[in-house]
C-alpha cells in the first residue's frame, strides 16, 4: 500500500470554509480525517472496502460522505480552491518544449 496521506494544516484551511454546516443528527465523523482518506483512496487506488480504516475510519463513512458531497457539488470547489497549490506534472518539459 502506499504512504498514507493527510492534509497538512494549509490545504486544510482552504477547503474547511468549503464544507457543509452541520446539519441535524449525530454529529459528523471528523472532515479532515473523512477528506484525507478519500484523496488517499484515489491517488492509492483499491476497494475502498480494503481502505486503512484505523486511519481514516470506516470505509462506509467514507463511501456515503464521498457520494453525498459528489451530488452536492463539494468536490469541485475544493479542487478549485487546492489545485493551484500543486505543483503540476511535467511543467518544466512543457515549458522547454515551447521555446
Not at 478519500?38 to 463511501?63: F, K, N
Request: glycine share 10%; net charge positive.
Amino acid at each position: 500500500m502506499k504512504q498514507l496521506f493527510w492534509l497538512n494544516d494549509e490545504t486544510w484551511e482552504k477547503v474547511e470554509p468549503l464544507l457543509p454546516s452541520g446539519g441535524r443528527g449525530a454529529p459528523r465523523a471528523d472532515d479532515r480525517r473523512i477528506i484525507s482518506g478519500i484523496l488517499h483512496m484515489l491517488h492509492a487506488g483499491g476497494r475502498w472496502r480494503d481502505w486503512p480504516a484505523t486511519q481514516y475510519g470506516p470505509y462506509a463513512t467514507v463511501c456515503n460522505r464521498y457520494a453525498r458531497w459528489r451530488k452536492q457539488g463539494i468536490w469541485p470547489r475544493i479542487h478549485d480552491a487546492v489545485a493551484p497549490a500543486i505543483p503540476a506534472r511535467g511543467v518544466k518539459v512543457a515549458e522547454a518544449a515551447r521555446h
